[in-house]
């Protein structure tokens, strides 16, 4: 019995260039692409119809568009997906900002095509302008709330991708939080 290929393996392959690793390698993390997506769409509205798969495959076109990604492990990868399905809702949330607000017509793609309330549109669009703020005085904090919230990666996991102990995790993680509380209540204000 062969074992399973090795994830990070298949990632440097790919990012050498190795087409066969990438069709080896998608199916591996599939699942946790759906993981990713869903954990998503658990913190929206109960109304938003935005699929899961639909959003797995938008971050996958995007996903295998980064051709000078030198990969270096399982979390690096999935914290990337992370960011990129992030930015899949908040441009999909802008959009929808900006028809409410009068905008004119957006192409937008398929897996786009979604109901979302106005008020999570704007929660969302607050979040990110909050991220922006932190990234601006503290980049590590803003890419651990990315990763835990939006990449649904375990502290130890974000400790792997950022480089630094799982007790500095816990405490960006505590501190950007309380931080982002007050800015976002701030912005909706």
Known sequence: MSSPPDITALLV????????????????????????????????????TLQTT??????????????????????????????????????????????????????????EVAIMSAEKSEELIALDEALEKLSAIDERKSQVVTL????GLSVEETSEVLG???VTINRDWKMAKAWLSREISNELR
């Open 13 to 48: 392959d790919w990012s050498k260039g190795d087409r066969t690793a990438l069709d080896k390698l998608f199916p591996l993390v599939e699942r946790e692409l759906h993981r990713l997506a869903h954990s998503y769409m658990r913190k929206e509205d109960p109304d938003h």
């Open 54 to 111: 639909a959003l797995v495959n938008e971050a996958y076109l995007r996903l295998i568009d980064q051709k000078h990604t030198n990969w270096q492990n399982r979390a690096h990868f999935f914290g990337i997906a992370a960011q990129i399905m992030r930015r899949i809702l908040l441009n999909y949330a802008r959009d929808r900002h900006r028809k409410k607000r009068g905008g004119h017509n957006v192409q937008v793609s398929l897996s």
């Open 148 to 151: 835990r919230y939006f990449g």
């Open 164 to 166: 630094v102990s799982s």
